[in-house]
């Protein structure tokens, strides 16, 4: 059974930072990509941004390109979703996932078979 647990989800003011982490743990399959997905009130999950566990590949939406990156820590077993120059439309509660076969489909929340619990970002004007 693979758990993601999620963190560093909070209030920021427009500008800031965050760092979110995803930590994974109970693998016993490989975690070919991890993703990361939002929900704000009201609206469909949206895709945020994807990395390869391995390999370095990235993939990001259109609407956060330039302000995030996803960092890995090998070592804990951790991906992180680090957002700068934060929006309001960021708000959301964010979710990381993983999937632990290789699809091309990054994008899709079909795609996962993982979820983590979910963390509430708040981003004030």
């Known amino acids: 059974q693979v758990q993601l647990v999620e963190s560093g989800g909070g209030s920021v003011q427009a500008g800031g930072s965050l760092r979110l982490s995803c930590a994974a743990s109970g693998r016993s399959f490989i975690m070919y990509t991890m993703g990361w997905f939002r929900q704000a009130p009201g609206k469909e999950r949206e895709f945020v941004a994807a990395a390869r566990w391995s390999g370095g590949t990235t993939y990001y939406a259109d609407s956060v390109k330039g302000r995030v990156t996803v960092p890995r820590d090998n070592a804990k077993n951790t991906v992180y979703l680090q957002m700068n120059s934060l929006k309001p439309e960021d708000t959301a509660v964010y979710y990381c996932?993983?999937?632990?076969?290789?699809?091309?489909?990054?994008?899709?929340?079909?795609?996962?078979?993982?979820w983590g619990q979910g963390t509430q970002v708040t981003v004030s004007s």
């Open positions: 996932a993983a999937d632990i076969h290789y699809t091309g489909t990054y994008y899709s929340a079909r795609s996962y078979d993982y």
